[in-house]
């Protein structure tokens, strides 16, 4: 019986030093699909890759088909209501909207709409990624109400105090996702605390195309 237990130990002890590898744990647990595509938006939008590969791995684990009760589609979950408004935002002609709305499962239009989404995000709660993340989730008028009732100002970081429990796991889920990217894939590139973006709003939405 006790061998029995020594081999149990032992092979648990394996399982956990081989999973701890991080070529297995970039194959089977972070891997990182897209990554070109992922980086040349993000680059473009100025948001960290690695918050949008861990957006991308929270919202639908990187399934093109993957589709909310909601009606939120693709890899990075976008609603068509949000992919409309950031069309517009983005002076898209109107064959331009047409196109990328029947194709927003397309991983390129969705991440090109999501990685925007979620700089502009960044850009509205001055480089928060708590506040950013919830009003990635759970929209950002809820975030603001929340701020306004709370007294929570753009320095606020307690997760636990997020009202949505949903909201809380997801917030935690993909900041704990970005820190294995970061660790796995090149922590020269990580920034642990990304820049505001609202100086450079204006010039992305009036300068910047696709």
């Not at 609603?79 to 109107?94: G, H, S």
């Amino acid at each position: 019986m006790q061998k029995k237990f020594l081999k149990i130990c032992a092979a648990l002890v394996a399982i956990y030093f081989l999973i701890s590898l991080p070529v297995v744990q970039k194959k089977f647990l972070y891997p990182f699909p897209y990554r070109t595509t992922v980086e040349d938006y993000s680059a473009r939008w100025q948001v960290d890759k690695f918050l949008t590969i861990a957006v991308m791995k929270v919202e639908s684990n990187f399934s093109e088909a993957a589709r909310s009760q909601s009606g939120a589609v693709g890899l990075m979950q976008i609603m068509p209501e949000t992919a409309a408004w950031i069309a517009y935002q983005l002076n898209e002609t109107p064959e331009e909207f047409d196109c990328d709305i029947k194709n927003l499962r397309e991983p390129e239009t969705n991440i090109r709409y999501g990685t925007w989404y979620l700089a502009e995000l960044e850009d509205e709660f001055n480089g928060n990624d708590v506040l950013a993340l919830a009003a990635y989730n759970a929209g950002r008028g809820n975030v603001r109400e929340w701020m306004a009732k709370n007294n929570w100002d753009e320095n606020f970081s307690d997760i636990d105090k997020i009202p949505y429990a949903e909201t809380r796991d997801y917030v935690k889920r993909v900041l704990h996702c970005r820190e294995k990217y970061a660790k796995l894939y090149g922590t020269n590139d990580f920034v642990s605390t990304p820049i505001a973006l609202h100086e450079l709003r204006f010039a992305r939405l009036k300068n910047l195309s696709l």
